[in-house]
């Protein structure tokens, strides 16, 4: 009988992703918007930010790297497809109530050590709570 390989433990959050979302939740409470949530697990994805302004609700896929690296290429799009069925998921349970949500990528590089990270922002289209 073969014995499937020990699942791997899931691993810590690390410190440069943890300080990469402090810096996406804090750039985007600049631009208006309200943080609801950090590392909201749902039975289909973990949603690094849950965020609103006004009655658009916004998942928000947080990537931090170091290096020359485009962070935004590291996501998947069946990702971003879980990330919107989680969203459309909560979406009954939100309040106030959705007139839309989207979900948006915010890609940060820390170019060097101890250099100033550089910080995008990529929103999604817009998309029904109910569709």
């Known amino acids: 009988m073969v014995t499937p390989p020990p699942r791997r433990a899931k691993a810590p959050r690390s410190e440069l992703g943890a300080a990469g979302e402090e810096l996406a ?3 985007l409470r600049a631009s208006g918007y309200r943080i609801v949530a950090r590392n909201l697990r749902t ?8 965020a609103r302004r006004r009655r658009l609700w916004v998942a928000v ?9 485009a ?23 939100l309040a106030p109530r ?21 910080l ?3 929103p999604g289209d817009a998309f029904p709570p109910d569709g």
């Open 98 to 118: 959705p007139r839309s949500l989207r979900v948006d990528v915010v890609a940060i590089t820390v170019p060097v050590p101890d250099s100033d990270p550089e």
């Open 71 to 93: 962070p935004e290429r590291t996501v998947d799009p069946r990702q971003l497809e879980r990330l919107a069925d989680a969203l459309r998921a909560l979406a009954p349970s």
């Open 61 to 69: 896929e947080v990537k931090t790297r170091r290096g020359p690296v």
């Open 43 to 50: 039975r289909i994805a973990e949603i690094d930010i849950l």
């Open 25 to 27: 939740a804090t750039r």
């Open 120 to 122: 995008w922002h990529f």
